[in-house]
């Protein structure tokens, strides 16, 4: 997977780079850490220029951010409640955690989605309780974008640093990149494992 991104990125820069950072929010493997990162050593060694990387990287960002908007903005919380019920344990919560989120999400929204942008395992799950919610569109587009401005200059800058600290940049960035889809996995498992509903607890 990590060799297949370096490469698309490679050949189709900066719209391969807006490709892939929407697909990353739909399809988690492909990390924007790995894309960002590469984008960044590929600044580092002149074939690409950091302004135009991070515009390309956040634009595709928010347009796969607000792809998952939209379906859960259609689809309304009232609608989930049966299949939190059905696959609470799973999901790790109970549909009263989800009452709670959304209240609290209505109240405090925007700085929600863009707090979330600097955390890997939230940043593209926090879309959809913002459509559940129906945020207002323009509002969840500006904290998004602004998030991942944000995030995607930082991963640059690192990409930049690493490539012209180290030679081989791409390939401890593909493995940093596996250590914390690990750990993720990991802590997944230990909620679904130690996870009780409210009346057991």
Do not use: C
Not at 61 to 71: K, P
């Amino acid at each position: 997977m990590n060799s297949w991104v370096i490469q698309f990125i490679q050949g189709g820069g900066y719209l391969g780079i807006a490709l892939l950072m929407a697909v990353e929010n739909i399809f988690p493997p492909i990390p924007s850490e790995l894309i960002m990162g590469v984008g960044g050593f590929a600044v580092a060694n002149g074939s690409m220029q950091f302004v135009p990387l991070l515009i390309a990287g956040t634009i595709g960002s928010t347009l796969g951010n607000y792809v998952l908007f939209l379906v859960a903005d259609r689809l309304g919380y009232e609608r989930l409640q049966p299949f939190v019920d059905r696959w609470g344990r799973w999901l790790t919560m109970e549909w009263e955690d989800v009452e709670t989120g959304t209240r609290f999400f209505r109240k405090h929204g925007g700085a929600v989605v863009f707090a979330l942008r600097f955390m890997p395992m939230f940043r593209s799950v926090v879309s959809i309780p913002a459509g559940l919610a129906h945020m207002k569109h323009w509002q969840f587009l500006a904290y998004t974008a602004a998030g991942a401005a944000i995030w995607n200059a930082f991963l640059i800058a690192l990409g930049r640093w690493a490539g012209r600290a180290f030679g081989e940049a791409e390939q401890w960035l593909g493995w940093a990149t596996i250590a914390v889809a690990g750990l993720t996995v990991v802590y997944y498992v230990y909620r679904v494992i130690t996870w009780k509903p409210r009346a057991k607890r």
